[in-house]
């Protein structure tokens, strides 16, 4: 059973902050990661899709991928109150499937 | 970036009866995934949609509820068959664009009453 874990928060950072958000995923074999932003009653909007071990960056979003030790991070520098939202965590294996698999998401709330 | 066009946006349906729900991708998709997403909760995978073949359907869901048609590259339909309340939920379809990026469709919002 591949899982893909998150804290559900809330997370509550003051505006200006760093927001970090934490996913770890259970399958060794997984390759494309996905970080999603959720407002309430809207579809998941994609914000970062990384593969590769290491930093990718942007604009104020940078996703870590470690693959050694199976996690991937979202940071939002500069929080701003249109950043609270459901932020999920996705991840994807290869290998002719691609068949994605979502985090139970974590909860952002960005406080003037 | 794909751009999936879903509708209807949201309806109220009466217990016992069918909802057809359809997404449309301004380019060609291999796979498409249907999920369904609870109150507070996140994605369920409903089923995989390959062009030309019967879904995939997870554990727990099943065609004779769940019917999926996927006639060409750039369509699809997920049917909610003879609903009861408890099929209240967001129904969302998604695929992979350029690049191996997952997008969504905006959601279907069904409420069963």
């Known amino acids: 059973q591949k899982e893909v874990e998150q804290n559900s928060g809330p997370l509550s950072v003051p505006e200006g902050a760093i927001a970090s958000l934490n996913c770890t995923y259970s399958?060794?074999?997984?390759?494309?990661f996905f970080w999603y932003r959720q407002y309430s009653g809207k579809s998941p909007e994609l914000i970062m899709f990384i593969y590769s071990n290491g930093d990718k960056e942007d604009g104020r979003f940078t996703a870590q991928l470690n693959k050694a030790s199976q996690y991937v991070s979202l940071l939002i520098r500069d929080s701003q109150p249109s950043d609270s939202a459901t932020y999920l965590c996705?991840?994807?294996?290869?290998?002719?499937?691609?068949?994605?698999?979502f985090g139970r998401g974590t909860s952002l709330i960005v406080h003037p | 970036s794909a751009v999936i066009s879903q509708k209807p946006s949201r309806d109220i349906c009466q217990r016992g009866t069918s909802l057809t729900i359809q997404c449309q991708v301004d380019s060609q998709v291999t796979m498409m995934f249907w999920y369904r997403q609870q109150p507070g909760q996140s994605l369920t995978l409903i089923a995989t949609a390959n062009q030309g073949s019967e879904a995939t359907y997870e554990s727990g869901f099943v065609i004779d509820k769940f019917p999926i048609s996927r006639p060409n590259l750039t369509f699809s339909t997920l049917t909610v068959s003879n609903m009861s309340p408890e099929d209240s939920s967001i129904y969302l379809c998604s695929g992979y664009g350029a690049n191996e990026k997952l997008f969504f469709g905006s959601g279907t919002q069904l409420s069963v009453l």
């Open positions: 996705a991840v994807a294996t290869s290998g002719g499937s691609y068949i994605p698999t």
């Open positions: 399958d060794r074999g997984s390759q494309s």
